[in-house]
């Protein structure tokens, strides 16, 4: 998935307003940036159970309020306020689940694989409550290899988008990846 409208400057000066307080620059950004964010989202939600009721342009929506509640803002550059983007994206889809899981009955879910180099893990509520708590203890250990995680699993960029992103060569997005499927795996397959 590239990310490539609207103008990089653009989106960096609006940030730098939103960083300085101008609460009108937010409104701005998400205009800017809003069919990029929409795409974000359908990656996110091509990847849930069939039958979620959250559709992009509610995700896109909440992503927005979240934003506007942020008191201190240190989002510098583009890059970076697309990978938070994508964070909070993941943050709300787990909300979400929980929600939808404390009105389901057990086993109601249909299984999708989340993605199919994890075809181990699926969309299903229970399967995203579990990754996010899998995904908060490897920030722990190493903050990068989620945020490989998030853009490579979630987002749909490619290994080359994400060591962009995270400014790092493709080979250290190779082992990252590889070392978080691998630490995931464990993790939720109760093998750690």
């Known amino acids: ?20 307080g101008d609460r009108q620059a937010l409104e701005l950004l998400a205009s800017a940036a809003y069919s990029d964010l929409r795409i974000i989202a359908e990656n996110y939600l091509r ?8 559709q992009a342009t509610g995700l896109v929506s ?10 201190d803002v240190q989002i510098c550059d583009r890059r970076h306020f697309y990978a938070f983007a ?8 787990v ?3 929980r929600q939808a899981r404390a009105l389901k009955r057990p086993g109601s879910a249909a299984r999708v694989p989340l993605h199919e180099e994890m075809a181990w893990t699926s969309a299903t509520d229970d399967d ?5 708590g899998a995904l908060e203890q490897l920030a722990e250990v190493d903050e990068r290899k989620v945020r490989a ?16 992103v995270l400014g790092v060569s493709d ?8 070392f978080a499927k691998a630490w995931l795996y464990r993790r939720l397959r109760g093998k750690a």
Request: proline share 4%.
């Open 1 to 20: 998935m590239a990310i490539d409208a609207p103008v990089p400057s653009e989106i960096t000066a609006l940030l730098q307003r939103w960083r300085e």
């Open 47 to 54: 990847r849930e159970a069939p039958g979620h009721t959250l």
């Open 62 to 71: 909440e992503l927005y309020l979240r934003l506007a509640r942020l008191k």
């Open 86 to 93: 994508a964070q909070l994206m993941r943050m709300i889809l």
């Open 95 to 97: 909300d979400y689940a």
């Open 128 to 132: 995203m409550l579990a990754l996010n």
């Open 149 to 164: 995680v998030e853009l490579r699993f979630f987002l749909g960029c490619t290994n080359a988008e994400t060591a962009e």
């Open 171 to 178: 080979a250290t997005i190779e082992r990252d990846l590889e």
